[in-house]
């Protein structure tokens, strides 16, 4: 037997399935209406950079709940018309940067701060329950509708929203992408925004919550110390994370998604992410990255782009 299929094998044999909430679209309706119904209002500032292949410019827009959320916009330059845009997620604690993988391939790239992490999103939200280490897996983990990771999900909904309305970006050709926390973000990103033509996830963060609370890995282990501290809430908080799975989400995507997965990962375990492309309902493809740890190869990208330009 081949590493490859040895390692299948076993990620076959471990696949975990999802486990959606009666009311879990009902739920996910009302919370993007909640995105919907506030206007978008944006600023854009020209940010000067040393660079000659692209324009960088700072984008803050309004959340659902007014956070301001910061972003940066990079436009591959003397590439006329409108270009698709790939809307980009860093990793957990991670910020904003330059994506040159992507303007590169003469794409566009939104990429924001998530919110309450390494850049300039200062989160507002506001939460009544959890926050015991100022962390946000636990702020609002008594109460779905306030949880921390709805916000992260409807600020990143609105990105591609804010995209669509960008002057250098084709509205009909915007993917998403990312990797672990960025990878999470993409998934439920593709799965709630019908504007997204295209999805690269990595190693996806925030899929299989469940079993990730029970190993204790990444942050979803901050879920776990609450509980620790805070027994009473178990089969509370035990539902409410259900709706902020990635691996629900994964059966509502309808658009070509490509899967990464690191062999090695120690945090967003390889059946985990296994796990989730198996849930996909739509055309999809996934590569395996043999003995590669958590962040994954610098190679990877190259197979994200080829296939974005396939789909964009």
């Known amino acids: 037997m081949s590493y490859y299929d040895m390692h299948i094998e076993k990620y076959e044999k471990a696949v975990i399935k999802p486990n959606v909430p009666a009311d ?27 660079y000659c292949l692209l324009d960088l410019y700072e984008i803050r827009y309004n959340a659902a709940d007014d956070t301001e959320v910061v972003a940066w916009l990079q436009v591959p330059k003397n590439i006329p018309g409108k270009k698709p845009c790939i809307v980009r997620f860093h990793g957990g604690s991670g910020q904003k940067g330059i994506a040159w993988t992507i303007v590169g391939a003469g794409m566009c790239c939104l990429m924001i701060d998530v919110r309450g992490q390494g850049g300039e999103t200062v989160d507002n939200g506001v939460y009544h329950s959890g926050g015991d280490y100022n962390h946000g897996m636990q702020s609002g983990i008594l109460d779905k509708n ?30 998403v992408s990312g990797g672990s926390q960025g990878g999470g973000m993409a998934l439920v990103t593709a799965a709630l925004n019908k504007r997204v033509k295209a999805a690269d996830v990595h190693c996806p963060s925030y899929t299989c919550i469940h079993n990730r609370m029970e ?9 776990t110390d609450y509980i620790f501290r805070h027994p009473e809430h178990l ?70 782009m080829y296939f974005f330009q396939k789909y964009l």
């Open 235 to 304: 089969e509370l908080i035990w539902d409410n994370v259900r709706y902020f799975d990635g691996l629900n989400h994964a059966p509502d995507i309808t658009v070509p998604t490509f899967v990464g997965l690191t062999m090695d990962d120690k945090v967003c375990l390889p059946q985990f992410t296994y796990s989730a492309y198996k849930a996909l309902n739509c055309e999809k493809e996934i590569r395996y990255y043999p003995y590669s740890p958590h962040s994954g190869p610098a190679y990877q990208m190259l197979d994200v």
């Open 215 to 223: 190993n204790r890995s990444g942050v979803i282990g901050r879920i």
């Open 146 to 175: 306030e949880y921390y990771l709805g916000n992260v999900y409807l600020d990143a909904y609105r990105a591609v929203e804010v995209a669509a309305l960008l002057e250098e970006v084709d509205p009909e050709r915007i993917g």
């Open 24 to 50: 879990f679209h009902e739920f996910w309706a009302q919370m993007v209406k909640r995105s919907q119904d506030k206007p978008i209002a944006y600023t854009r500032k020209e940010v000067k950079t040393p």
